[in-house]
């Protein structure tokens, strides 16, 4: 991993990040958003990143191989100490760890703070990130049946769970 910076994201980031984001957007059934986004449609999603419980990290070499994120589970008060969670690696970036060097980071910031739970909804099939889920103890706690319609079908979305407190 020698010349990978991981740091919290910058607004100067943003514009890597959509890059990135749009390429599951537009090629994949990962994310069920269907347009692409611009820096400026994304910008309501980036201005969550202004507390302890929604963080941003990225990992650089100079590109951004891509970023990990936090943000509320559910915007009632109740659920405030659960977030969902999320990692997005560059094309050109995978298979090197990274993606597990962000989630390292974000989940131990997330343990520093009022978190309880971390939640992550995986779009099915996609053992890859099932698998790589399972690896930071997350647990399979619901499956969702055709929840989503992207590519002319429906797709299941199996949620998973973990304790982010020590």
Request: hydrophobic fraction near 35%; include cysteine; aromatic fraction near 16%.
């Amino acid at each position: 991993m020698n010349g990978y910076e991981l740091r919290l994201a910058g607004h100067g980031d943003l514009a890597e990040i959509v890059e990135i984001y749009n390429h599951y957007v537009l090629n994949t059934h990962f994310t069920f958003d269907i347009e692409p986004f611009s820096v400026d449609t994304r910008s309501v999603w980036w201005a969550q990143f202004d507390n302890a419980r929604s963080q941003c990290w990225v990992i650089t070499d100079g590109v951004l191989g891509g970023y990990a994120c936090s943000v509320p589970f559910k915007a009632k008060r109740a659920y405030e100490t659960s977030v969902e969670v999320s990692v997005y690696l560059h094309t050109d970036h995978t298979r090197r760890g990274l993606g597990q060097r962000l989630y390292e980071r974000l989940l131990s910031e997330l343990s520093l703070h009022d978190v309880h739970r971390a939640y992550a909804g995986i779009a099915l099939p996609n053992e890859p990130s099932v698998k790589f889920h399972e690896r930071f103890g997350f647990s399979q706690v619901a499956t969702f049946h055709e929840v989503g319609r992207k590519f002319d079908r429906y797709w299941d979305v199996a949620w998973f769970e973990r304790s982010c407190e020590e």
